[in-house]
């Protein structure tokens, strides 16, 4: 096979031929524009549709990712307010405590509730403080809103708690109103009031009257809050009533407090102990 060689010379007709192509393919490409222009149509057409799809999916996971991400982002969110809403309600209980000790006339020992045993009828609570801080049995325990029980046994820097929801309390109490004395105690059934006895039925009770400690028996200073009379019941065959109270501490929500380092009377003991004394 020969091949043709390129000569110098013939330089000017490859030009002439190249020229000729390229115009004879312009007034092609010129002739042919609205085919062109129509299979670009049909071309752009077929990629959107194909495209759909595809660009439905991409949407979905990039939703998906979205929620995934908000739902995140609101948990963290309700966490750090459920924390915001703790710390502003312990905020509260502390300024009222920090109140109460600037006002009341009591040796107060702040404690915190550490341990809470709500499920029985011997129910007990424990206290970060013991007798290291000066804590005894018998001191009564307290909030800012009134009684919660009394210390049963003291340790080093912790103290057990009897609090008023517990089948063996008893507490000497009054009547703010009427001044009527009585005992009061957790009758075992309902988790949400107490019951004041032996209060003659000719003292008018009305709901609403505060009951609180009466000072007599000399275990419990006089004048810590306990409840609110609800309701009464008149006892058959007996002389007296029964006076239903809402307490004024809610046990199931305390966090603080105070112990009262309230000393008894050692010289009420004494004569107390001669009396009994008497009639054995």
């Avoid at 129509?38 to 071309?43: A, G, H």
């Avoid at 020992?109 to 007798?131: C, E, Y």
């Avoid at 407090?257 to 107390?272: A, C, E, H, N, R």
Wanted: charged content about 20%; hydrophobic content about 40%.
């Amino acid at each position: 096979m020969q091949f043709r060689v390129f000569k110098v010379e013939n330089a000017s007709d490859y030009i002439i031929t190249a020229l000729i192509l390229v115009f004879a393919l312009a007034i092609a490409i010129n002739r042919h524009q609205d085919g062109l222009n129509s299979l670009r149509q049909i071309s752009i057409t077929v990629v959107s549709v194909l495209e759909e799809p595809l660009s439905n999916v991409r949407v979905y996971r990039q939703a998906l990712r979205t929620n995934t991400y908000l739902q995140e982002q609101n948990i963290l969110l309700q966490d750090e307010l459920s924390r915001l809403r703790a710390i502003e309600q312990e905020n509260i209980e502390l300024r009222k405590l920090l109140n109460y000790q600037n006002n009341s006339n009591f040796d107060l020992q702040p404690v915190r509730f550490v341990t809470k045993t709500l499920n029985g009828i011997n129910n007990t609570f424990t206290v970060n403080a013991g007798s290291k801080q000066g804590v005894e049995v018998g001191m009564p325990v307290i909030t800012s809103d009134g009684l919660v029980g009394k210390v049963i046994i003291t340790a080093s820097n912790y103290s057990q708690v009897m609090p008023y929801f517990n089948n063996l309390f008893r507490v000497s109490a009054r009547i703010q109103q009427t001044q009527s004395m009585g005992i009061v105690s957790w009758p075992g059934d309902n988790m949400s009031e107490l019951v004041m006895d032996f209060v003659p039925k000719t003292i008018p009770v009305d709901s609403g009257f505060v009951v609180e400690t009466s000072g007599f028996g000399n275990e419990f200073p006089g004048g810590i809050p306990i409840g609110t009379v609800l309701y009464t019941e008149e006892e058959e065959g007996k002389d007296t009533q029964k006076i239903y109270l809402s307490p004024f501490t809610s046990l199931s929500e305390v966090s603080e407090g105070f112990v009262i380092k309230f000393q008894p009377d050692s010289t009420l003991d004494s004569l107390s102990i001669q009396t009994q004394s008497l009639f054995r």
